[in-house]
């Protein structure tokens, strides 16, 4: 009878050491393996040059490792990089290398598709499809600082999640792949340089809360006006602004960090003094910024981008009221690979 495989990476330490004691092995083997997957991100067990070859194929014989393949590259006028990145089940999402002067950051995707249903967003027209694994958003990242390393020869500095998928409804694996990321035995890398981007589910913020997390928070406001944001993003109608509002306060209380609220412009939508106005109250429940995001067209005549008056209207009122204000050009437009056009095209 055939042996199904697991993949190997869904294991933790203490599983794969206890996994070469029960095979009449020595536990270390686990951590010998463990950090070939993780620290050395290796994606054959053949490779594992400090086991024997016996080992690698009794490995071989239990186990696959499950890893992603850069399926297709994109390279921007502007040095940005759009990855269409293979699962292991022949499905696609969509990773992003943003380099700018001082840093380069991982866009990376946490769902194949979106649980959401945001109008503006090419990602959420392709409907949710699955969960992203710790291991395939934790490759997303090694792809990524591989690209930053060889084109713009600096390690990555920063990661967002701000590509397909709402991180917060795939939480524990979303967890799962930080934790990796952040670990020593990962990547290493610093919690204050990961921001986790989120439409605003109230109660899984509290949950971040009480978890403690170490990252940053970043909210997709883009209205603080309830018909408005409903219609533009229907899914508030079960999230309210005034749960999201509540759920911020509680994070804010729990961490005492600031958070970022994203927020676009289009005409004709969320581009009047009332709309300005409602921004402002908002802000004022917990110390935040607000960053203004340039729209990124996804063929479809209903949002329009908003006119230079109109969002310097937005800067002048918020920074009247003392509220930190940053302007955010888009990067890769020109290869669909700027916020919200995220869609498996080529």
């Not at 890893?67 to 590259?73: A, R, T």
């Not at 700018?100 to 991982?106: G, L, Q, S």
């Not at 067209?297 to 509220?323: C, K, R, T, V, W």
């Amino acid at each position: 009878m055939e042996i199904v495989k697991k993949d190997i990476r869904a294991l933790t330490k203490e599983q794969l050491r206890r996994f070469f004691e029960e095979n009449g092995d020595k536990a270390f083997r686990g951590n010998q393996v463990y950090d070939w997957l993780w620290s050395k991100s290796l994606h054959t067990f053949e490779d594992m040059t400090n086991i024997s070859k016996q080992t690698r194929e009794m490995l071989e014989k239990h186990f696959v490792i499950n890893h992603i393949k850069v399926d297709s590259m994109q390279k921007s006028a502007d040095g940005t990089i759009k990855n269409g990145i293979k699962l292991h089940d022949g499905l696609v999402v969509e990773s992003v290398l943003i380099p700018t002067k001082n840093r380069t950051t991982a866009c990376v995707s946490s769902q194949v598709g979106c649980s959401l249903d945001c109008k503006f967003c090419a990602t959420a027209r392709l409907k949710r499809m699955r969960n992203l694994n710790p291991d395939e958003i934790y490759d997303q990242v090694v792809v990524i600082d591989q690209q930053s390393q060889l084109y713009h020869q600096k390690k990555l500095t920063n990661i967002v999640f701000m590509g397909m998928g709402e991180p917060l409804m795939n939480y524990n694996n979303v967890i799962k792949a930080i934790d990796k990321i952040t670990s020593p035995e990962g990547l290493g890398m610093s919690s204050k340089r990961i921001t986790v981007s989120t439409s605003g589910v109230p109660k899984m913020i509290k949950k971040m809360a009480d978890d403690e997390v170490k990252f940053n928070l970043a909210v997709s406001l883009h209205s603080a006006i309830e018909e408005v944001r409903t219609s533009i993003m229907p899914f508030n109608e079960h999230f309210p602004l005034a749960d999201l509002r509540e759920s911020l306060e509680y994070w804010y209380e729990k961490t005492k960090r600031k958070i970022t609220y994203e927020y676009v412009v289009w005409e004709g939508i969320n581009d009047r003094k009332e709309d300005i106005k409602a921004l402002i109250d908002f802000c004022k429940y917990v110390p935040c910024k607000v960053n203004l995001i340039e729209y990124n067209p996804i063929d479809d005549g209903q949002f329009q981008q908003a006119s230079s008056s109109a969002i310097n209207n937005y800067i002048s009122n918020l920074e009247m009221h003392d509220i930190t204000v940053n302007v955010r050009k888009s990067r890769g437009k020109d290869i669909d690979a700027a916020c919200g056009q995220l869609a498996n095209k080529s």
